[in-house]
């Protein structure tokens, strides 16, 4: 047990005064048993700004630390629920408790939709039918699935929900499922594309289980929660409410800050099992306490303070740290408290420092220096950064920092109004910094498809192009406005970090037709359950004067993928003409229309299309495999394996392209390479046993000795899924027939029929299964009778499914 004086010490070191009532009531709470009606397994913390919600959330943390729980804390850096389950499973696993399951089953998650969302097999075939059927892309699609829940509550978002056709989304999504399942060939690899959400918690909760049973408790910390409700109310609310997932461990505290009341209508039949804990300024006494504590004892200095700062905490704090001893110290009310703040300081440099260093949204080091001016000299930058960290509005960890939104917001709108020269100045400097961070990520990564799924390359990109808006809206506007353009990639978060990103420069630099644009933008984003909606987004942005001629074109361009991907192709074209109108050598727009040409079945156009774009960027793995892909329909297999050979060069692990190439090497009798490219799709993806299925079938066509081994390992994986969930199991055991099949095993493949279809498959999974037994039946020239009778077999098992659907 501590001493006196040492709990004495521990309280003076965290200098907290004040919220004693709230911290005893969640201290209190570790104290009931779990089982106990009193104990509460959800607090929503809520209040305005600069109350001193994140101060009592970090007391708490600090509170459940002291108890033992391992700790997880999110702030609106994330903006979906898997973006939650991914930090948490991160910091948990920096720990000591890591999320293995989960982790490996995340990883499956973003390589399939990669794949998913670059295979152009994928892309025509999700929504068949005629020219004028309507339908949202596959990437929106798959968005759909990701889990963006409670759109419905966001301003503006009406509109579009209401737009929504249940029987449209169904259709739609019961055809990517059958193309997904041709593709993956995996029952749950098409489930983890078409529903994220659903596949990754249960593995999310169990590991959330382990750690409980690791530790006496598991706390989760969910601040400034304001903004991340809309997508998070709903996933969050089934996890802690209900059995939807699985089940929460008992042990598991939940904690949620934010400005407002939870939405009633999310959790409205829960609320009675949530704690409020509202939040308003100090109390008198509370204020008093804390000055107290900061040596101000001087009445008349405490009503000064106490009226500037209106009693909101972050500001008694703030205008208490200098330890005034009479009023006009403290200022004339008319005069800001961040003013008074910097008048305290009596180092010049360290006002000019707290001022600078306000204008990055977040900060380390590196971006201090540049911040106030140092460049590369780095002398005593060490402690002057801690000293800024030291400050009492500013908050961070793992070397990183951010102020107050309060006081930032002050310290901001005096800058701007006091020097503009030197504000633009600032924000350039800044834009530059993240700029350097940005081309070097790109120098790891070239492709510009892999930067879109890198989280470091957002970020500086966002930073860049933030402090390049604040240091001039209307001149940064227009490319601005073309990088709106090129984010809308449907699904993405990232989409939804722009629209935030408009709204906030907005209010930074004092743009309200920039804010109303982000919130616009904002409203459209989040309502990607509606057909067309990234179609509404890029009309919206093409309606804006301020977009540039290079940016007009891509939003056309971008927009005839929309229209490509609903089969109209008439609007799609229009969209490309316009778009070479505009700009004749923009690559995507080249490839966009000989991608439409090789859907209507235009070929020769289509390829004198992909080919000009090939010669705009020679470094477009997608335009070489859809090239590639047009001369292997038209049979002209050398140009197709040259096209998708070129692919594979500039992206070692585009699978769909590796695999096509194998199937042509298989298919012209060059079986060393198809068995490199199969060999390499298994390094690629090890735990699908389909690839080491194809490795037999093609060393079996070979004579290669290693067949035996790749069927054993391929009934290895498929045997060891039986045991996964019950989709994974079917899968598995339809796999396990067609290996029996393929190896001319009958008495086998009577036993592995009656175990995939006493699983009660899906009909989907029943007429892969039959269609993979006629593919291999031909490839090795199985017995056609014996074939025969299981496909009949098959094909009466689908017809019950049907039915049953």
Same mark, same amino acid.
């Given at each position: 047990?501590?001493?006196?004086?040492?709990?004495?010490?521990?309280?003076?070191?965290?200098?907290?005064?004040?919220?004693?009532?709230?911290?005893?009531?969640?201290?209190?709470?570790?104290?009931?048993?779990?089982? &106990?009606?009193?104990?509460?397994?959800?607090?929503?913390?809520?209040?305005?700004?600069?109350?001193?919600?994140?101060?009592?959330?970090?007391?708490?943390?600090?509170?459940?630390?002291?108890?033992?729980?391992?700790?997880?804390?999110?702030?609106?850096?994330?903006?979906?629920?898997?973006?939650?389950?991914?930090?948490?499973?991160?910091?948990?696993?920096?720990?000591?408790?890591?999320?293995?399951?989960?982790?490996?089953?995340?990883?499956?998650?973003?390589?399939?939709?990669?794949?998913?969302?670059?295979?152009?097999?994928?892309?025509?075939?999700?929504?068949?039918?005629?020219?004028?059927?309507?339908?949202?892309?596959?990437?929106?699609?798959?968005?759909?699935?990701?889990?963006?829940?409670?759109?419905?509550?966001?301003? *503006?978002?009406?509109?579009? @929900?209401?737009?929504?056709?249940?029987?449209?989304?169904?259709?739609?999504?019961?055809?990517?499922?059958?193309?997904?399942?041709?593709?993956?060939?995996?029952?749950?690899?098409?489930?983890?594309?078409?529903?994220?959400?659903?596949?990754?918690? $249960?593995?999310?909760?169990?590991?959330?289980?382990?750690?409980?049973?690791?530790?006496?408790?598991?706390?989760?910390?969910?601040?400034?929660?304001?903004?991340?409700?809309?997508?998070?109310?709903?996933?969050?609310?089934?996890?802690?409410? @209900?059995?939807?997932?699985?089940?929460?461990?008992?042990?598991?505290?939940?904690?949620?800050?934010?400005?407002?009341?939870?939405?009633?209508?999310?959790?409205?039949?829960?609320?009675?099992?949530?704690?409020?804990?509202?939040?308003?300024?100090?109390?008198?006494?509370?204020?008093?306490?804390?000055?107290?504590?900061?040596?101000?004892?001087?009445?008349?200095?405490?009503?000064?303070? !106490? &009226?500037?700062? *209106?009693?909101?905490?972050?500001?008694?704090?703030? %205008?208490?740290?200098?330890?005034?001893?009479?009023?006009?110290?403290?200022?004339?009310?008319?005069?800001?408290?961040?003013?008074?703040?910097?008048?305290?300081?009596?180092?010049?440099?360290?006002?000019?420092?707290?001022?600078?260093?306000?204008?990055?949204?977040?900060?380390?080091?590196?971006?201090?220096?540049?911040?106030?001016?140092?460049?590369?000299?780095?002398?005593?930058?060490?402690?002057?950064?801690?000293?800024?960290?030291? %400050? $009492?509005?500013?908050?961070?960890?793992?070397?990183?920092?951010?102020?107050?939104?309060?006081?930032?917001?002050?310290?901001?709108?005096?800058?701007?109004?006091?020097?503009?020269?030197?504000?633009?100045?600032?924000?350039?400097?800044?834009? &530059?910094?993240?700029?350097?961070?940005?081309?070097?990520?790109?120098?790891?990564?070239?492709?510009?498809?892999?930067?879109?799924?890198?989280?470091?390359?957002?970020?500086?990109?966002?930073?860049?192009?933030?402090?390049?808006?604040?240091?001039?809206?209307?001149?940064?506007?227009?490319?601005?406005?073309?990088?709106?353009?090129?984010?809308?990639? #449907?699904?993405?978060?990232?989409?939804?970090?722009?629209?935030?990103?408009?709204?906030?420069?907005?209010?930074?630099?004092?743009?309200?037709?920039?804010?109303? !644009?982000?919130?616009?933008?904002?409203?459209?984003?989040?309502?990607?359950?509606?057909?067309?909606?990234?179609?509404?987004?890029? @009309?919206?942005?093409?309606?804006? =004067?301020?977009?540039?001629?290079?940016?007009?074109?891509?939003?056309?361009?971008?927009?005839?993928?929309?229209?490509?991907?609903?089969?109209?192709?008439?609007?799609?074209?229009?969209?490309?003409? =316009?778009?070479?109108?505009?700009?004749?050598?923009?690559?995507?727009?080249?490839?966009?229309?000989?991608?439409?040409?090789?859907?209507?079945?235009?070929?020769?156009?289509? %390829?004198?299309?992909?080919?000009?774009?090939?010669?705009?960027?020679?470094?477009?793995?997608?335009?070489?495999?859809?090239?590639?892909?047009?001369?292997?329909? +038209?049979?002209?297999?050398?140009?197709?394996?040259?096209?998708?050979?070129?692919?594979?060069?500039?992206?070692?692990?585009?699978?769909?392209?590796?695999?096509?190439?194998?199937?042509?090497?298989?298919? =012209?009798?060059?079986?060393?390479?198809?068995?490199?490219?199969?060999?390499?799709?298994?390094?690629?993806?090890?735990?699908?046993?389909?690839?080491?299925?194809?490795?037999?079938?093609?060393? /079996?066509?070979?004579?290669?000795?290693?067949?035996?081994? /790749?069927?054993?390992?391929?009934?290895?994986?498929?045997?060891?899924?039986?045991?996964?969930? #019950?989709?994974?199991?079917?899968?598995?055991?339809?796999? !396990?027939?067609?290996?029996?099949?393929?190896?001319?095993?009958?008495?086998?493949?009577?036993?592995?029929?009656?175990?995939?279809?006493?699983?009660?498959?899906?009909?989907?999974?029943?007429?892969?299964?039959?269609?993979?037994?006629?593919?291999?039946?031909?490839?090795?020239?199985?017995?056609?009778?014996?074939?025969?009778? +299981?496909?009949?077999?098959?094909?009466?098992?689908?017809?019950?499914?049907?039915?049953?659907?």
């Amino acid at each position: 047990m501590p001493s006196r004086q040492e709990i004495i010490r521990r309280r003076r070191r965290t200098g907290f005064v004040g919220r004693r009532g709230e911290i005893a009531a969640f201290q209190d709470n570790f104290a009931r048993d779990p089982q &106990d009606d009193q104990y509460q397994f959800l607090f929503h913390i809520h209040g305005n700004a600069g109350v001193g919600k994140t101060t009592l959330v970090r007391q708490w943390e600090d509170v459940a630390r002291e108890k033992g729980a391992a700790i997880a804390s999110v702030g609106d850096e994330v903006h979906s629920a898997l973006e939650v389950m991914e930090s948490v499973s991160a910091q948990l696993r920096g720990q000591g408790l890591p999320f293995k399951d989960f982790d490996r089953l995340l990883a499956t998650y973003r390589q399939r939709r990669q794949e998913a969302e670059s295979s152009p097999a994928l892309q025509s075939e999700a929504n068949p039918g005629g020219t004028d059927s309507g339908g949202a892309s596959l990437s929106s699609t798959l968005a759909v699935q990701a889990g963006l829940t409670g759109l419905g509550m966001l301003p *503006g978002v009406g509109a579009f @929900t209401g737009a929504v056709d249940p029987r449209q989304l169904a259709q739609r999504t019961d055809r990517l499922r059958a193309s997904l399942s041709a593709r993956f060939r995996s029952h749950d690899d098409v489930q983890l594309v078409l529903d994220p959400v659903r596949m990754l918690t $249960p593995p999310f909760l169990e590991g959330l289980a382990q750690a409980g049973e690791r530790r006496p408790w598991v706390a989760l910390f969910f601040d400034t929660y304001e903004r991340t409700a809309p997508v998070l109310d709903t996933w969050l609310r089934d996890i802690l409410m @209900t059995d939807r997932y699985g089940s929460l461990p008992l042990n598991t505290v939940a904690v949620a800050a934010g400005q407002g009341r939870l939405n009633a209508r999310v959790w409205g039949d829960w609320l009675d099992l949530v704690a409020e804990i509202p939040l308003d300024v100090f109390t008198d006494e509370e204020a008093r306490r804390l000055l107290a504590t900061r040596g101000v004892t001087e009445d008349e200095v405490i009503d000064a303070i !106490l &009226d500037l700062s *209106g009693r909101l905490p972050v500001l008694v704090d703030m %205008l208490a740290q200098k330890n005034p001893h009479e009023p006009t110290a403290v200022g004339d009310p008319s005069d800001t408290a961040v003013e008074r703040f910097l008048k305290w300081e009596s180092d010049p440099q360290r006002r000019a420092a707290a001022l600078a260093c306000a204008l990055p949204l977040r900060l380390d080091e590196d971006v201090y220096r540049v911040a106030v001016g140092e460049g590369d000299s780095g002398g005593g930058t060490g402690e002057e950064y801690a000293w800024l960290q030291g %400050l $009492p509005f500013i908050s961070g960890e793992a070397g990183r920092c951010r102020y107050h939104d309060v006081v930032r917001t002050q310290m901001l709108r005096l800058q701007r109004k006091q020097s503009p020269i030197r504000w633009r100045e600032q924000h350039l400097r800044l834009a &530059d910094v993240f700029r350097s961070r940005r081309l070097a990520v790109e120098r790891v990564l070239r492709r510009e498809r892999a930067c879109l799924w890198d989280a470091g390359w957002w970020e500086h990109h966002l930073n860049e192009v933030y402090h390049r808006l604040c240091a001039d809206p209307r001149e940064a506007l227009p490319a601005a406005l073309g990088q709106t353009v090129w984010s809308c990639i #449907p699904g993405t978060a990232e989409m939804n970090r722009w629209s935030q990103l408009l709204v906030r420069v907005g209010g930074d630099a004092g743009a309200d037709s920039l804010a109303m !644009l982000g919130r616009q933008l904002e409203s459209i984003a989040d309502a990607e359950e509606s057909t067309g909606v990234l179609t509404a987004v890029l @009309t919206l942005l093409l309606a804006r =004067t301020e977009l540039g001629t290079k940016g007009r074109a891509l939003a056309h361009t971008v927009r005839a993928r929309e229209h490509r991907k609903a089969k109209q192709y008439g609007r799609a074209l229009a969209d490309c003409g =316009t778009a070479l109108e505009l700009d004749p050598g923009l690559g995507r727009a080249w490839a966009g229309s000989g991608e439409i040409y090789r859907l209507v079945g235009r070929y020769e156009e289509a %390829l004198t299309n992909f080919t000009r774009a090939i010669e705009i960027d020679p470094d477009d793995s997608w335009a070489f495999a859809i090239r590639g892909r047009i001369y292997g329909e +038209l049979e002209r297999r050398e140009e197709a394996l040259a096209d998708l050979t070129c692919s594979l060069a500039i992206y070692p692990g585009y699978l769909w392209a590796l695999v096509n190439r194998a199937d042509i090497y298989r298919s =012209t009798g060059r079986y060393e390479e198809a068995i490199a490219d199969y060999s390499r799709a298994a390094q690629l993806d090890p735990s699908d046993g389909w690839y080491a299925l194809e490795l037999a079938v093609v060393c /079996h066509m070979a004579g290669r000795s290693e067949e035996h081994a /790749h069927w054993l390992r391929a009934q290895e994986l498929f045997t060891e899924q039986t045991g996964g969930s #019950p989709i994974s199991a079917a899968r598995a055991r339809g796999n !396990l027939l067609i290996a029996a099949c393929a190896q001319s095993r009958w008495e086998s493949t009577e036993v592995r029929l009656t175990e995939l279809l006493a699983s009660d498959p899906e009909e989907v999974r029943i007429r892969t299964v039959r269609q993979d037994l006629r593919e291999i039946q031909q490839l090795l020239a199985l017995d056609e009778g014996q074939v025969g009778r +299981l496909c009949e077999v098959l094909e009466t098992a689908e017809v019950e499914a049907s039915a049953r659907a």
